[in-house]
Nanobody
């Protein structure tokens, strides 16, 4: 079965950086677009970034950069200049085959368990 496992979260000071990883298994990774979302306490889950099969990326903020290494079945999220408002659980997800809406939660069919990112001094 499809499994997505995020890692790399933690406590970081404002202005710092983090690289989150999402290791995928049980799928032909190179055939699927992937995405990152986040959910802060009391808020809805929101789109952060997505990457297509060909490597085309979408992100809502310039501080976020998504990348993938198909040979490692892994998608990454680099977050720079972290702010306290970036505090959230970050989730990776697999986008449905042939989906064309990277920002829509409904277009993703498998999700990881999430990794906590806390930005605080």
């Amino acid at each position: 079965q499809v499994q997505l496992v995020e890692s790399g979260g933690g406590l970081v000071q404002p202005g710092g950086s983090l690289r989150l990883s999402c290791a995928a298994s049980g799928l032909t990774f190179s055939s699927y677009a992937m995405g990152w979302f986040r959910q802060a306490p009391g808020k809805e889950r929101e789109f952060v970034a997505a990457i297509s099969v060909s490597g085309t990326t979408d992100s809502v903020k310039g501080r976020f950069a998504i990348s993938r290494v198909n040979a490692k079945n892994t998608v990454y999220l680099q977050i720079n200049s972290l702010k306290p408002e970036d505090t959230a659980i970050y989730y990776c997800a697999r986008r449905k085959f042939m989906s064309t809406r990277p920002e829509a939660i409904s277009e993703y069919d498998y999700w990881g368990q999430g990794t906590q990112v806390t930005v605080s001094s």
